[in-house]
């Protein structure tokens, strides 16, 4: 390894697209993202805007200082961005852009970036404040196998992240088409009679689909609903915030997720602290089979399925929990629909903080079905959840082993042989 500055290895990029319109990406930076499609500005005008190639990366010089750097993978269509952000691009030869990508993320670039702004009222940091960064590089075939390791753990993670997606939607497409839509009393209703049909084709067993189909009414009845059926809501299903820690009751030592720690069905991380240490709003006691929804700003999707026990959560969560562990899928599916999150924040008030009382959450309206019906709908979605669940459970260990690997091999400190057992062990 050499000790270089970035100067050496990289070079500011300051071609303009040109002309008033464009009809490809245009991008905006994001501290979570990076490049993301979502712009928080767009101008009518967009000949002076810069454009960005694979390979490059890009930010705005008054929000680097807080990890905020965008970067163009392979496969992702080239695009353009603000005339006021600075996009550069690595050497070819001599530094992979891959690798620095993965540099930007290790210690040593975000202490650097957080003591090098200049300025009173904001920091910035162009490029030429960026070209003297100094960091230790090694050589290109080190570069390219320590990013094929790291990409591979990222790789991995992705993919379980579609997985995840699709298992979610699929659950959700089954919810939806039972108790929204009612699709298999209406197939029933309009004279189908092959079992599989009816169910929607989302079982392909036909002595399973069977069974299924009969649960279902042939015909609606007076109120719009299945015959038989009538208006409900969760409360069949499932409690309200039932356990809480006391000072008695409390462990030594909890582990804490808060709502901004849970982003769509993800509890994207949790924080251990000492029950004297922990915030005061940290009672809820949450349990496998839990469904959890903040109250506040629901719209923003803050809410997650609970795959284990031995979390605490934040006092700002509905707790909901199922009366019986057959129910965990449809309590979950019912509380997490888009339709149910859109009511929600609909019912949501306040000033700066709008929110629901928990009480709202647990009304969230479904029609009232016999039991059998929920352990039908268990039977179909239960696999799925617990696949999500590994998922998730998988994943946390690649980010573990990846956010061990990462500062090793940017520093040089673990041998490639090394780096390639410790990926062999986590996959």
Same mark, same amino acid.
């Given at each position: ?209 069977? $069974? ?5 009414? @042939?015909?609606? =009845?007076?109120? *719009? %609903? ?7 809501? !969760? ?61 506040? $700003? ?5 809410? @997650?399925?609970? =795959?284990?026990? *031995? %979390? ?7 707790? !909901? ?84 690997? !990462? ?21």
């Amino acid at each position: 390894m050499r000790e270089v500055v970035l100067g050496e290895v990289a070079q500011e990029e300051k071609r303009r697209h040109g002309s008033v319109a464009y009809e490809g990406a245009v991008f905006g930076v994001d501290k979570a993202s990076g490049l993301t499609a979502e712009p928080r500005y767009q101008s009518k005008d967009l000949s002076r805007y810069k454009l960005v190639g694979t390979g490059m990366f890009a930010y705005n010089p008054m929000r680097l200082n807080i990890g905020s750097i965008g970067f163009l993978f392979q496969g992702r269509p080239e695009g353009i961005v603000s005339p006021d952000y600075v996009v550069f691009s690595c050497t070819q030869g001599l530094l992979v852009p891959d690798y620095f990508y993965y540099h930007t993320k290790s210690d040593v670039w975000r202490n650097w970036i957080e003591s090098a702004g200049e300025g009173s009222v904001r920091e910035r940091i162009y490029f030429s404040k960026l070209a003297t960064y100094r960091f230790m590089l090694p050589s290109l075939s080190y570069q390219e196998q320590a990013v094929c390791i790291l990409s591979a753990l990222d790789d991995k993670i992705e993919l379980n992240r579609q997985m995840n997606e699709t298992l979610e939607a699929m659950a959700q497409a089954i919810f939806r088409d039972w108790f929204v839509d009612f699709g298999p009393t209406r197939r029933r209703q309009q004279g189908v009679t092959d079992f599989i049909e009816i169910m929607g084709g989302l079982v392909t067993d036909a002595e399973r689909a069977q $069974r299924l189909a009969d649960l279902f009414p @042939a015909k609606f =009845g007076e109120n *719009g %609903l299945p015959e038989g059926w009538r208006e409900g809501d !969760l409360s069949q299903f499932a409690g309200l915030n039932i356990e809480s820690w006391g000072a008695r009751t409390a462990p030594s030592e909890i582990k804490y997720v808060d709502l901004s720690n849970t982003k769509w069905g993800a509890i994207e991380s949790t924080t251990l602290f000492t029950w004297t240490e922990a915030p005061s709003r940290a009672r809820r006691v949450l349990r496998e089979g839990d469904t959890i929804v903040g109250t506040v $700003r629901p719209g923003n999707g803050s809410y @997650a399925y609970i =795959g284990s026990d *031995g %979390l605490t959560g934040s006092t700002g969560f509905a707790v !909901l929990r199922p009366t019986r562990r057959e129910h965990s899928e449809i309590v979950y599916c019912a509380a997490t629909s888009r339709d149910n999150i859109e009511r929600l924040e609909k019912l949501a008030d306040g000033g700066a903080y709008p929110a629901v009382r928990p009480d709202v959450i647990l009304a969230t309206p479904m029609p009232a079905i016999p039991p059998k019906m929920a352990d039908g709908f268990s039977s179909i979605t239960a696999p799925m959840i617990a696949k999500i669940e590994h998922n998730k459970r998988e994943s946390h260990t690649l980010v573990a082993t990846r956010d061990l690997l !990462l500062p090793k091999l940017m520093s040089g400190e673990i041998r490639l042989q090394e780096a390639d057992e410790v990926l062999d062990a986590a996959q």
